[in-house]
């Protein structure tokens, strides 16, 4: 998708034509024509998902294993979960310390616009949501233990590029 052809956008300078907007990966980058310019005139953020190693529930415990933000998830934005056609009621766990002997976790809250907070639920059956997961570690907890494994889809939300504004 380009800018049509010979048609101002604020430029003292004229039109931008095709070649003059750089899109991929749902990022946008304006780039000044002016000849051996690289200047960026704009930007917008880019995100893409990246698939990490699924967490599977096991029979009979309701547990997850623990995933590591700085083995799976530290750049992460948000963690996207895709739930089995079996998945029933559960949330997610968080610790500050996946490494210690015996962590300690705390259930995911959010407070809804204008509600109390309240612990954010996984994604049920067939279902896929999304979260952000401000912890050192955090696993999956199903409110009944399954009578067959669940495994979960996980991807992770990472931003493609930090560049602002200025040469390219």
Known sequence: MYPQPNRAWNDPRGAYEPGGLTM??????????????????????SFDLVKCPDMIVATGTGLSPVVKAREVYADARTIVLYAPTSATA????????????????????????????????????????E?????????????????A????????????????AGSY
Do not use: W
Request: charged share 15%; aromatic share 8%.
């Open 90 to 129: 559960g949330t997610i766990e968080c610790t500050d310390d996946p490494d210690a002997a015996a962590p300690t976790f705390y259930t995911l809250q959010d407070r809804p616009l204008g509600g109390a907070l309240a612990d954010v639920p996984l994604p049920l059956a067939g279902k896929v949501a």
């Open 149 to 164: 494994p669940l495994t979960f889809k996980v991807f992770k939300r990472v931003e493609l590029s930090g560049v602002m």
């Open 131 to 147: 979260f952000a997961i401000p912890a050192q570690g955090f696993r999956l907890h199903m409110t009944a233990a399954p009578g």
């Open 24 to 45: 991929g990966h749902n990022s946008c980058i304006l780039r000044d024509r002016a000849v051996n310019s690289s200047n960026i005139l704009g930007f917008s953020m």
